[in-house]
């Protein structure tokens, strides 16, 4: 049944737009580093002027940077749905965007295009949240799952990268608390500004 009505829906124009916001928590010492990868990202994403190209190339690369630091995942969760107009699945990108750059300093450092060396000498964060909004066409049966468990969110992950190469994507957004190095989030408002997580 559902085979005919998405040929149906072929022959009518209409599609079906995924959109998901996962979470993933990484604790210790060594996450530093991903804060460089990120924010890189970021700065890709702006000199492009939101090429959406660019920004699944940046995706890619942050997704293979968790993938490389999974030992430090803590937890994890997601949401998102399936919907079949896209100006709703617009709307619903936005209304996470939003809900996403509130998050305690989660906000991209872009200003300064270089890391001071200063900076190299500063506290580095325990925490560290990555929050990454997408849209996509189509189906993605990996993220329209629960993700708080280790291998759903290593799946989730890869299927990430595979809809940026099957240029499936249409809205690509990434926010990280803290946003630079030096700043740190704390346990307390780890609980505080991301309750939905869930130890994996």
């Known amino acids: 049944m559902s085979s005919w009505r998405d040929r149906f829906n072929q022959f009518t124009g209409r599609s079906r737009f995924v959109v998901c916001?996962?979470?993933?928590?990484?604790?210790?010492d060594e996450v530093a580093p991903l804060l460089g990868v990120l924010n890189q990202a970021g700065r890709d994403a702006i000199a492009s002027e939101g090429d959406l190209h660019t920004l699944g190339e940046g995706l890619v690369e942050i997704c293979q940077s968790l993938l490389?630091?999974?030992?430090y995942w803590r937890s994890a969760a997601n949401e998102g749905d399936a919907i079949r107009d896209e100006g709703e699945a617009g709307d619903y990108v936005n209304e996470l965007f939003t809900d996403s750059a509130q998050r305690y300093?989660?906000?991209?450092?872009?200003?300064?295009?270089?890391?001071?060396?200063?900076?190299?000498?500063l506290p580095v964060t325990q925490n560290l949240v990555v929050m990454i909004t997408i849209a996509a066409e189509g189906e993605a049966p990996e993220l329209e799952t629960d993700l708080a468990d280790l291998r759903a969110l290593q799946a989730g992950l890869k299927a990430i990268i595979n809809l940026h190469y099957q240029e499936r994507l249409r809205a690509v957004q990434v926010h990280f608390s803290p946003s630079r190095l030096g700043d740190e989030l704390s346990t307390d408002q780890l609980i505080e500004f991301f309750p939905e997580l869930i130890p994996l």
């Open 68 to 71: 490389q630091y999974q030992t």
């Open 21 to 28: 916001r996962i979470f993933i928590h990484l604790a210790g």
């Open 105 to 121: 300093l989660s906000a991209p450092e872009l200003e300064s295009a270089e890391t001071s060396p200063d900076e190299l000498t």
